[in-house]
């Protein structure tokens, strides 16, 4: 098994910055594309953010300029970098990857972090 960890959430003002970490531990062969979504009251979970292991990313059109997604390989972490926040980018963030917990090509699997609280208000 796979557990993701996600920190760095909290209250924020408008225009403020947050920085999430996620953290990948466990039964971990390989880590594929790690990704950043975020859900807010009364919506549906949606796609901030991904990254694949060789650095490549892909974002949101709402977020390109304000939200810069990273990885650190050794340490099997994800970041989120959230600048000039509003308060529509309130939202529980969740962190997933794609994850091989095994050398056959069928010992993968999709994993989901708990999520962390982040709130932009005045």
């Known amino acids: 098994q796979v557990q993701l960890v996600e920190s760095g959430g909290g209250l924020v003002q408008p225009g403020g910055s947050l920085r999430l970490s996620c953290v990948a531990s466990?039964?971990?062969?390989?880590?594929?594309?790690m990704g950043w979504y975020r859900q807010a009251p009364g919506k549906q979970r949606a796609l901030v953010a991904i990254i694949s292991s060789d650095g490549r990313t892909t974002y949101v059109d709402s977020m390109k300029g304000r939200f810069t997604i990273s990885r650190d390989n050794a340490k099997n972490t994800v970041y989120l970098q959230m600048n000039s926040l509003k308060p529509e980018d309130t939202a529980v963030y969740y962190c997933?990857?794609?994850?091989?917990?095994?050398?056959?090509?069928?010992?993968?699997?999709?994993?989901w972090g708990q999520g962390t609280q982040v709130t932009v208000s005045s």
């Open positions: 466990g039964s971990i062969f390989s880590l594929n594309d």
């Open positions: 997933n990857a794609d994850a091989q917990y095994g050398k056959k090509w069928y010992e993968r699997s999709g994993y």
